[in-house]
T-cell receptor, first 108, second 116 residues
Framework: GEDVEQSLFLSVREGDSSVINCTYT??????LYWYKQEPGAGLQLLTY?????DMKQDQRLTVLLNKKDKHLSLRIADTQTGDSAIYFC????????FGAGTTVTVRA | GAVVSQHPSRVICKSGTSVKIECRSL??????MFWYRQFPKQSLMLMAT?????????EQGVEKDKFLINHASLTLSTLTVTSAHPEDSSFYIC????????????FGDGTRLSIL
């Protein structure tokens, strides 16, 4: 079965880097995703990585995947107040399984 | 721009009413769409997989007769909450797309359903 875990809260100072961690158990996952959700809104796809990749960088976002340890991380460089939101990691194996979400708070 | 459109964004209605929520894929054809429910400050719970031209596949514990899903075309899936009661109040979100060739799941903006 699928089980995705992530820490619940992260507080970071504006301008610093944020790192959100996620672990999963399904070794047959083909894609792993990061989504952002702001209050009252749907999910915004931030980035995704194919399971045979180790790293993917897209502007301020860097995704690292350690397939051996089933560990996924999202690094946000130069974190801004607009980055305050809930971040969900998710794995795909014919359907998406979500973690509980990490609430990121950016303080001035 | 949005690739998945969900309507309505908010519904407030009386207990016993049936409510229909639409999910449309705008730029692509989606043979499969997914319906989720999200409680406050919680993650998304998959309710069902909507399959174009065939019956939906429901997750364990989800009442098929309460949450009717119709996927009549390659761009439209509907979720009807039948005879809604206050405990059905929630945030419902749909998604479409499948990682074929790298295409990721895109989500609608969600529907806030409040049953009085």
């Amino acid at each position: 079965g699928e089980d995705v875990e992530q820490s619940l809260f992260l507080s970071v100072r504006e301008g610093d880097s944020s790192v959100i961690n996620c672990t999963y158990t399904d070794s047959s996952s083909t894609y792993l995703y990061w989504y952002k959700q702001e209050p009252g809104a749907g999910l915004q796809l931030l980035t995704y990585i194919f399971s045979n990749m180790d790293m993917k960088q897209d502007q301020r976002l860097t995704v690292l995947l350690n397939k051996k340890d089933k560990h996924l991380s999202l690094r946000i460089a130069d974190t801004q107040t607009g980055d305050s939101a809930i971040y969900f990691c998710a794995e795909w194996d014919y359907k998406l399984s979500f973690g509980a979400g990490t609430t990121v708070t950016v303080r001035a | 721009g949005a690739v998945v459109s969900q309507h309505p964004s908010r519904v407030i209605c009386k207990s016993g009413t049936s409510v229909k929520i639409e999910c449309r894929s705008l730029d692509f054809q989606a043979t499969t769409m997914f319906w989720y429910r999200q409680f406050p400050k919680q993650s998304l719970m998959l309710m069902a997989t909507s399959n174009e031209g065939s019956k939906a596949t429901y997750e364990q514990g989800v009442e098929k007769d309460k949450f009717l899903i119709n996927h009549a075309s390659l761009t439209l899936s509907t979720l009807t909450v039948t005879s809604a009661h206050p405990e059905d109040s929630s945030f419902y979100i749909c998604s479409a797309g499948a990682p074929v060739g790298g295409q990721p799941q895109h989500f609608g903006d969600g529907t806030r359903l409040s049953i009085l």
